[in-house]
Structures are given as C-alpha cells and as structure tokens.
C-alpha cells in the first residue's frame, strides 16, 4: 500500500536525490526554505516503505480556519513520482493509486479550507472526485523554446511587437542584473500599487537566498540610465519562468516590462531549456499579457475542500473556485 507522510530529517538527502531527478525546482527543499515553518514537505512510499516521490504544501489561516495550499509564489504542489511500471496499463493503475494515497493524505484535515493545484501533467482527477475534492480547471501559457527565435517573434501579437519596437527606438536598453537587491524595491512597489498582499519576506528570501548564477537570472530595462522596469526569473534544467516583473511607475513605458520578458525569453533559449512557462494567471488584465507572448494554452487543475458551511460562505465571495 502506498503511503503518503511528511518527510523526517534523516530522509531529507533521499528526497533531494529523487527531486534532483523527477521533480521541478519548486518541489526543492532549499524553495522550501524560503517560506519558513508554514511548509511541509512530504513523500510518497511504496509497499517496501522506498521514497519514490514528494510534494510540498504549506498550512496557513483563513477566516480562523486552517488553510491548506500551494506555497507562495508556487505554481502547483509540485507533486513528482517514480512510476516504474512498463506497461500502459500497469502505469495507469500506478498513477491511480499514488493520486490516491495523495488525495487521502490530504482528506484527514476535514476541519479546514483546502485548495491545491497540481502540475498540468497530472490529468487523472478520479481519486480526488472519491475522496470528496471538487475538480475546478486553470490554464497557463507556455512557450516552446525548441522553436526557431523568429517563429516565436512572428507569433507575439501584432501590439506587443509594436511595443517592442517602440520600446527600442525610444532608448529603453535591457543590462542582465546580477545583484537582485536592485530587484526588490520596484517589485514591491508594483505588487503595493496593484493592491495584491504578499508577504515581503518571501520576496527577500527568493531573490536573496535562493536565486542564485545558477537557477535564475533577471533583466533590468533602463532609460537614460534609470531602470524603469524589472523581470525575475528562474528555472531548472528544462524550464524558465516568470516569477516577477516590475515597473516605475513614475517613467513607466508601455514596452520595457514586455522588452524585458521576451529578452528573458531568448535567454532561456540560448541556455538549452524547452520550455518557458508563464505560471498561469486568472486576473484578466495578466492573463491578456501573458497571451500576448503567443504561448500555447495548457490547462492544469486544482482540486479544493472545505466544511459545508465554510463552503457556502466561500461559494458567496470565490464563487469561481468554489
């Protein structure tokens, strides 16, 4: 039977071995470590009690209620898993019973709200539907980085090449940013005007602790030798993403954030990644953005529970998730 807990500390070295191998860089126990004691990090046992896969979530509060989650900043829970099976069908029922182990993990916090996204390469939604989860569907935007440059330039849209273009012939130049303390501020600033709440700290420990030569890079666009827009990214060994941009918004200029993003678009090509993903967003203005940059639509899933009458009240406020 397969068994689902969290990870002791005597497992730790086994879990970063086997992430190392299947997991993405957000199911890394150091991207852990930036969220602090609101994280848990879990792993997937076989019958013999072997470690052959993780995920990780965090445990936080909403209205009173334990809120179960995503962590911050984090696209997914980031569940990976060894599927060792060789037959198609053998593997289907390998999948079923580790989505199964998970769902259960999950279904012993009854009192309390919980919303999970999985990774968009998990379709198998059944054993979350039987352990009572509601199945609610999300997309993002991925661009194939194994295209020509110029296929991937033809297909932005008409208005962002426009802007592109704009932004060039109007001075803006983009200079890689390796000290990413010159990050922080304009990224704060652009989530305070948009009035969306993050936890500052977080920021801090991505861009301070985590973020390093070798897993990320950012790119600032200047004018007259004044940064007026940033974009953060980081990545593993096959995908880019966008975690952060910024802009001042005082000097604001339409084309910096977007010269910026395709610019970290190319970057992520020439470093031999596949796939540069946008993280998805259902807020529309962002989503008009992201879709701009001419990615292909993949959608991934998130799987929610809550008490009945907590249900109700979350169906009144967040009738789109619940």
């Given at each position: 039977?397969?068994?689902?807990r ?70 997914s ?11 198609v ?45 509601k ?13 020509n ?33 010159q ?82 678009i ?13 993280e ?29 009458f ?13």
């Open positions: 039977m397969i068994e689902v969290e990870i002791l500390p005597n497992e730790i070295s086994a879990y970063i071995q086997l992430q190392n191998k299947y997991g993405s860089l957000f199911a890394d126990s150091a991207w852990a470590a930036c969220f602090g004691s609101e994280v848990h990090l879990c792993g997937i046992f076989n019958n013999s009690k072997t470690l052959i896969g993780g995920f990780i979530f965090s445990k936080t509060k909403l209205k009173g209620y334990p809120f179960y989650t995503n962590i911050p900043f984090t696209p829970i980031a569940l990976f898993y060894c599927n060792p099976a060789a037959n069908a053998n593997r289907l029922s390998a999948d079923k019973e580790i989505l199964d182990a998970v769902a259960r993990f999950f279904r012993q916090f009854r009192w309390s709200v919980q919303r999970y996204c999985l990774p968009p390469e998990i379709k198998d939604m059944q054993p979350f539907n039987w352990n009572g989860f199945v609610i569907p999300h997309l993002t935007y991925i661009v194939d980085l194994q295209k440059e110029n296929v991937l330039y033809a297909n932005l849209s008409a208005k962002l090449r426009n802007n592109l273009k704009k932004a060039k012939s109007d001075g803006v130049v983009l200079k890689q940013i390796t000290d990413y303390r990050c922080e501020p304009m990224i704060l600033n652009t989530y305070a005007r948009q009035e969306i709440g993050i936890n500052s700290e977080h920021i801090r420990n991505i861009l301070m602790k985590y973020g390093n030569p070798d897993n990320s890079f950012a790119l600032g666009a200047f004018r007259e030798e004044v940064m007026i827009a940033v974009s953060f990214f980081l990545h593993d060994k096959h995908t880019a993403y966008y975690m952060f941009g910024g802009f001042n918004n005082e000097l604001k200029h339409e084309g910096a954030g977007a010269l910026s993003v395709w610019e970290g190319c970057i992520a090509k020439s470093k031999g990644l596949t796939v540069f993903d946008f998805g967003s259902m807020i529309p203005r962002i989503e008009k953005y992201f879709r701009g940059f001419g990615g292909e639509i993949v959608n991934y899933l998130t799987v929610n529970r809550a008490p009945f907590m249900e109700i009240v979350l169906k009144l406020i967040k009738r789109a998730v619940f």
